[in-house]
């Protein structure tokens, strides 16, 4: 059965104040001992969206915040990403990444949201900025992306409950010949709900090796570029 996505006592990703006891993903104040995605001080020995780091065995690219993978129609979940989207951008804008100023205004290569299980059960959306997208939304025949092409997915997750959460935010970046020859000269970055970096390729924070590691799995042929499912592809 799929979960309610908005009632009145669980959260509505469009108004922070909807619950106050239980865990709100949408209000980083609605519980300090809970899980609180929004949170990266909310659990210290749980494994804490937030916080990569916070769990031994936590992988990153989940970072164990979305929980069970609940599967919602794709009118759902299209319906849920437009809710969250404004609360999305404002929390990644805080991060300062020129890179991805202004991402939700590129161009967008899936035509709903759709989950994938290798972003922890999450529902994503994929964005190339204009010195790649050209490329990009080839798919199969896109070929080499240019240096200078961005690639942005943001995520959120759905909850058993019906309750909504932002996820990170992960980006590819193609950088100068020679500047990561296993990544295909990609940088990885990772943008948490707090808007707070958890690192970047060759930066701060983690390594993103973990990305590198599973995009490198559809390279050469594709460009270390991980495909939208072709049922959620839009027709260009």
Known sequence: ???????????????????????????????????????PCAAKKACNPCNPCAAKGCNPCNPCGAGPAV?????????????????MK??????????VRGYAGWLRVNATAYQSATHGGR????????????????????????????????????????????????????????????????????VMPNGKVAGMTKGKGMNMKFCAVCHAGVAPEQDHILLVPEDYRKKF
Not at 159 to 164: H, I, Q
Request: contains cysteine; aromatic residues 10%; hydrophobic residues 35%.
């Open 1 to 39: 059965m799929i979960p309610r996505l908005h009632t009145a006592k669980a959260c509505n990703p469009c108004n922070p104040c909807a619950a106050k006891k239980g865990c709100n993903p949408c209000n980083p104040c609605a519980a300090k001992k809970a899980c609180n995605p929004c949170n």
């Open 71 to 87: 599967e919602i129609s794709a009118a759902e979940a299209e319906a849920a990403y437009i809710c969250l989207k404004p609360e």
């Open 90 to 99: 404002k929390a990644y804008r805080k991060a300062g990444l020129r890179q």
């Open 123 to 190: 529902y994503v959306n994929n964005y190339a900025n204009s010195l790649g997208d050209y490329r990009y939304k080839k798919f199969e025949k896109a070929g080499t992306l240019p240096f200078g092409s961005v690639l942005a997915k943001d995520s959120f997750a759905v909850r058993p409950d019906g309750k909504l959460g932002i996820g990170p935010l992960f980006i590819m970046e193609k950088m100068k010949k020679g500047f990561n020859k296993g990544s295909g000269d990609w940088r990885y970055s990772m």
